[in-house]
């Protein structure tokens, strides 16, 4: 007998070689028929496996990111299938679960697909799938698996099988198709109700541009028709707030073929909405007691070896800048913190000096692959509002909790109100990946999960997702229509101190390591941007829009008049322009709607002689007739309604 723990605490016993299922089947007939995969001691299985050891056990469903993507991996087989059966003989490359959906690599030979095919190749998906054939796992020798992937004369897979040690292979079959593949998968293709294959994309074999480029096809499954039609809507939604289109549209931001791919050009309206943010979190920092520092864009590239940055990036970040003297070599910043110890050498330290929080808005350049550069939300040169703070080991915890609250204020400034802390720790198995001794990961590991539990967040937990150098908490952040994102980042290290040799004298009189806090609650500026003009789809909150009033005179009689106005709400802090243009008004009242200016004031004729300003909402439309002091009072009264809902006031005044 082996014993089950259930995510309630409690335990149960089966005969040893119960599978998962059998265990859900006990548990819920209902249950049983959902469940398609399992998470045994923290490891996604197939529910079909058997267990032969006592064990944690959790059952996935469609409603657990795990059950879904596992879902989704099942379906890119399932396409591959369908492909082989319509298309004899092509090769196939990988085919892996992504955020929302799968996609699968395939070599068509001199004949690739065209979109016109995808309903095709969705029909027959569709067939196989309705058969219910069983996902069956099979643990293989290298010998077969070459063998078998030979004789089907698929050079891919046998180059993947290469690379991978003997007794660790396995195959999968459903139906008539057979896939080198670890797993785990649903229990068979029944779930999949709905199939919709998105695109075709060109994709280097293994991300490499000297290989050859493979047809790559994305799809998504859904286990009901219901499901897949409201995502549709959603994907009509998130085209309307693609940050890329708006950012046009509402003149925030531009990139220049000749400056170069994943470097943005803000422009003056986007330069304004993006220094409001920097003065919105310097004001946040000061009242927190971080020091303002500045660092350069380059250092030798001895800096990164030092902090094993060159190491681990070096080979993909952009190469060295050699100079007229020998052997001398600088890097492009793709650091900030090691500029930070370096600052904190510069002085020494007592115990009575820490916590020491270094805060810089410092831009840093990776070189990202071209096929993976998109807008704001992945680029070459990026500014993070990065800051280091320096602590001595007992003041961990409560240094970590206080950026916590940091981050936090920010998320509800912005009005992201669902958000989930993920603790991203290190690779169970795999410790290769990091620097530093097991006692310091320990360390630093409890002190992330005790401040997460002591202010109360909701938690994952992801194994295998921290920085080389220590363990994270990320915020993933939930947009208006339900989409993730990863924005903020808290990362605790005891290895770069250790590596700079940073030092300060305790109350013993000796030499001690500080631990230090790296923290980003924007993460990057273009990210977090991107990602704001997104959930709120250009309608930024009225204390950070570029502008948030356009005058319109009807005609240019009464063009003075604007300008007055425009000067006289200037004295109260508003900000906007006159829109003094050769236009009818019905036109400019269009055009300015299409900029999501959230007020416009019309004047004419009988506003000069009032004195007032005929007032529209952006959305709303005509809202009453103003005096300039009654309009000021309704703009601080929004301002004040966005407080309410988490907004420090005295932080964007």
Not at 142 to 165: H, M, N, R, S
Not at 523 to 536: D, Y
Not at 546 to 566: C, G, K, M, T, W
Not at 605 to 628: N, P, T, W
Request: glycine share 8%; charged share 30%; hydrophobic share 35%.
């Amino acid at each position: 007998m082996i014993k089950i723990t259930l995510p309630d605490g409690s335990i149960r016993e089966y005969e040893k070689g119960t599978t998962s299922l059998q265990v859900a089947l006990s548990i819920s007939e209902g249950l049983a028929r959902n469940v398609l995969a399992a998470k045994i001691n923290g490891e996604v299985w197939d529910a079909t496996r058997p267990l032969n050891e006592d064990c944690n056990l959790t059952l996935l469903t469609w409603n657990d990111t795990d059950g879904k993507q596992t879902m989704w991996h099942s379906s890119a087989h399932l396409l591959a299938e369908a492909l082989e059966a319509l298309y004899p003989g092509v090769k196939l490359g990988i085919g892996p679960a992504i955020e929302s959906g799968f996609y699968y690599d395939v070599d068509f030979g001199d004949k690739p697909i065209t979109p016109e095919e995808l309903p095709k190749i969705e029909a027959k998906m569709q067939e196989l799938a309705n058969k219910k054939s069983e996902y069956v796992r099979k643990e293989v020798s290298k010998a077969d698996a070459i063998k078998y992937f030979t004789e089907k004369g698929d050079q891919y897979k046998l180059e993947l099988i290469d690379g991978l040690p003997d007794g660790e292979i396995t195959f999968y079959t459903q139906g008539n198709f057979t896939d080198l593949c670890r797993g785990p998968h649903m229990p068979n293709t029944g779930f999949v109700k709905a199939i919709k294959l998105m695109n075709i994309a060109g994709a280097y074999w293994r991300g490499n541009e000297k290989n050859k480029m493979l047809t790559r096809i994305y799809g998504i499954t859904f286990p009901k028709d219901k499901e897949l039609k409201e995502y549709l809507v959603l994907l009509e939604e998130a085209k309307k707030r693609d940050h890329r289109k708006l950012g046009k549209e509402l003149e925030l931001f531009h990139f220049s073929e000749k400056v170069g791919m994943g470097l943005p050009l803000w422009l003056p309206k986007g330069a304004a909405l993006r220094e409001r943010l920097i003065q919105f979190m310097q004001r946040a920092q000061i009242k927190s007691g971080y020091l303002p520092v500045a660092t350069p864009h380059i250092a030798l590239k001895d800096l990164y070896v030092c902090s094993g940055h060159y190491e681990k990036y070096g080979a993909d970040s952009f190469q060295p800048i050699k100079t007229p003297r020998e052997n001398e070599e600088f890097f492009l910043k793709p650091m900030n913190c090691p500029h930070h110890c370096e600052i904190y050498k510069a002085s020494p330290k007592s115990y009575k000096d820490l916590p020491v929080r270094y805060a810089e808005f410092g831009t840093v350049y990776r070189y990202e692959q071209a096929g993976e550069l998109h807008g704001l939300t992945r680029v070459r040169g990026f500014t993070q509002d990065d800051a280091h703070l320096f602590v001595r080991p007992d003041q961990v915890k409560e240094e970590f909790c206080k950026v916590i609250d940091l981050v936090l204020h920010v998320l509800n400034a912005l009005d992201f109100k669902d958000y989930t802390a993920q603790i991203s720790l290190r690779d169970k198995e795999d410790r290769s990946k990091y620097i530093g001794t097991e006692a310091n990961w320990t360390l630093a590991e409890q002190a992330i999960i005790e401040s997460a539990a002591e202010k109360g967040l909701r938690t994952v937990t992801e194994y295998g997702e921290a920085a080389f150098y220590g363990p994270k908490l990320d915020f993933m952040v939930k947009d208006a229509i339900g989409r993730k994102w990863q924005l903020g980042t808290i990362q605790v290290d005891y290895n770069l101190p250790e590596r700079f040799e940073l030092e300060y004298t305790g109350s013993d009189n000796q030499k001690h390591r500080p631990v230090m806090i790296h923290r980003a609650p924007f993460g990057s500026l273009e990210r977090f941007i991107a990602v704001l003009i997104e959930h709120c789809g250009g309608n930024f909150p009225l204390w950070l829009t570029p502008d948030q009033i356009a005058i319109l005179p009807i005609s240019e009689r009464f063009n003075d008049y604007a300008h007055e106005v425009l000067q006289l709400l200037n004295n109260y802090d508003i900000r906007g322009y006159v829109d003094d243009r050769d236009e009818k008004i019905g036109r400019k009242i269009r055009d300015n709607e299409m900029k999501k200016i959230p007020y416009m004031l019309i004047v004419g004729e009988k506003e000069v002689a009032d004195r007032k300003v005929a007032v529209r909402k952006h959305g709303q439309g005509d809202v009453g007739i103003f005096s300039m002091e009654e309009f000021s009072d309704i703009i601080k009264n929004e301002i004040e309604n966005d407080f309410k809902k988490g907004t420090v006031k005295e932080e964007v005044k």
